[in-house]
Every structure is written in C-alpha cells, then in structure tokens.
C-alpha cells in the first residue's frame, strides 16, 4: 500500500492542524493505521491508532485528549485532527499501516512537518 501524508505546516501555540493520509494499491479497509511523529534529535514515536472499521482507537498520551483520529474508507484516507497544539507537538508526522493481522507497521508515508510557534 502507498501512502501519502499531507496537511502540516507552521501553527500557533493552541491552534489546529488537520492531516491526511491518502492509501492506494491494497484494499484500505484490511489495514490499521495510524500516526507517528519524530522530532528532531528524538525517536520515532507512536501518536494515535485506528482498526479498520474506526471503532478502535489508541493514543500516547501526550495527545490524548487534544488529537483525534479517524477514517474514511470510502476515500482510502486517514486523518488526525489536532487541537490545542504546543511547541512540544513540533515534529515530522508520518502516517502508517499494517494489515490487520500484522504486528509490525511496515508502510509508510512520506511525512509532512508540523511546526508549532510558541
């Protein structure tokens, strides 16, 4: 499957941003995906997840309650809506997938910047 993050750019601290990931070549609706991000000098970290039918949903916490994500699989497209952002959410965003028996996610997104001006 290929994906194709896009929808970052430079925010406010306490502003919104809304990604999206369009997928192609598989069918999207076998696949779990989810949101990562990775900071400069910083690993790569887990930010949110969604099962297939999007009624399951994981977050760090460092997002919960403040990014939502969500699916559309009529549109092969993921999205996570952020609110309330902060320098710290500052990062590249990468959107990824796995099948849906799979335990590792093993494609990837391009990643699109996130910048969050204090």
């Known amino acids: 499957v290929q994906l194709q993050a896009s929808g970052g750019g430079l925010v406010q601290a306490g502003g919104s941003l809304r990604l999206s990931c369009a997928a192609s070549?598989?069918?999207?609706?076998?696949?779990?995906m989810a949101w990562f991000r990775q900071a400069p000098g910083k690993e790569r970290e887990f930010v949110a997840s969604?099962?297939?039918?999007?009624?399951?949903?994981e977050y760090s916490d460092s997002v919960k309650g403040r990014f939502t994500i969500s699916r559309d699989n009529a549109k092969n497209t993921v999205y996570l809506q952020m609110r309330s952002l902060r320098p710290e959410d500052t990062a590249v965003y990468y959107c990824?997938?796995?099948?849906?028996?799979?335990?590792?996610?093993?494609?990837w997104g391009q990643g699109t910047q996130v910048t969050v001006s204090s």
């Open positions: 990824a997938a796995k099948y849906y028996t799979g335990i590792k996610y093993n494609y």
């Open positions: 070549g598989r069918t999207f609706s076998n696949y779990v």
């Open positions: 969604i099962n297939w039918s999007g009624g399951i949903t």
